[in-house]
């Protein structure tokens, strides 16, 4: 990895809210490089700073300290190379797989055929196939992330975030969901920022996995994790990166 370039420097990034009870400190002080190409996960307990990171990562909210640096320069607001996938994927409801999927494309305003053959692609990628016209309210919520997986890659974005985008499927569901991402990741290769709570998902799919104390959320650890992949998660070697991660986690951490 080390010899990998890097992409992205995120460089001392702090932000607070103030509310009814005073000031609360979301975010304090992170720093973390991102290399090209890789898998990096982010894992931490609920509440202790996430989303609003990656928020700042992305351009949605402005950190009261620090920069975000993409390929050298400094990213201000919204930067279309940066795209996201969320917990609980909001598409529309009255689009269809592919109408969901073309809306990216069809914003840069890429003629139909051209657009409807690209984004087949990403639905057959993301194993949707032959739901092309299906709506949202006939899919599971395990094909509703993949629907949400391929707009977001439909977007081409360089960096692609994903906040906790399981969180919200139940465990079987959730478990063949990390086996598709790890295998579209490996088919379409392109820099991955993964964030979740849960300690076995995290070494299921990180090159890295940067560990973060409770809110303010800082960096406790970073753990390089090269076990070959697909990952057997009841192996020695995946027993014992869960196991000293577990032992150095705060409580609020899912352990499963
Ligand atoms: N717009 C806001 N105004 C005030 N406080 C906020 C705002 N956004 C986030 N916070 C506070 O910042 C803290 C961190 O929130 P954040 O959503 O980043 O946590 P998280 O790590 O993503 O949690 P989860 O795992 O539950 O998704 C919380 O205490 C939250 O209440
Ligand atoms: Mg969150």
Redesign the pocket.
């Known amino acids: 990895m080390a010899a990998n370039k890097v992409i992205l420097q995120i460089r001392n990034l702090k932000k607070s809210?103030s509310?009814k009870n005073g000031e609360?400190l979301?975010v304090n002080d992170v720093s973390f490089d991102v290399y090209d190409n890789e898998f990096l996960v982010l894992l931490?307990p609920?509440?202790?700073?996430?989303?609003?990171?990656l928020n700042m990562i992305a351009g949605l909210i402005e950190p009261d300290e620090g920069e975000i640096i993409l390929n050298g320069k400094p990213v201000r607001g919204h930067d279309p190379k940066i795209g996201m996938v969320l917990?609980r994927t909001a598409l529309m409801p009255w689009k269809t797989v592919m109408s969901n999927v073309e809306i990216g494309p069809k914003w840069r305003g890429v003629g139909k055929a051209e657009r409807q053959a690209y984004c087949q692609k990403f639905i057959d990628l993301v194993g949707l196939t032959g739901f092309e016209k299906s709506f949202p309210a006939q899919l599971s919520g395990g094909m509703k992330q993949r629907v949400g997986i391929a707009r977001a890659y439909a977007n081409d974005p360089e960096i692609l975030i994903m906040d906790?985008p399981f969180g919200a499927l139940d465990a079987q569901t959730r478990y063949a969901m990390e086996e598709e991402v790890a295998r579209i990741w490996d088919q379409q290769k392109r820099t991955v920022i993964f964030v979740t709570?849960n300690i076995e998902e995290a070494c299921f799919l990180g090159d890295r996995i940067i560990l973060f104390s409770n809110?303010p959320?800082t960096i406790k650890e970073i753990y390089p994790n090269e076990m070959a992949r697909p990952r057997d998660m009841i192996s020695e070697e995946f027993m014992k990166l869960r196991t000293s991660i577990s032992d150095n986690t705060d409580l609020a951490i899912d352990t499963l």
């Open positions: 809210f509310g609360v979301a931490g609920g509440q202790c700073g996430k989303t609003v990171m917990q906790e709570n809110r959320a």
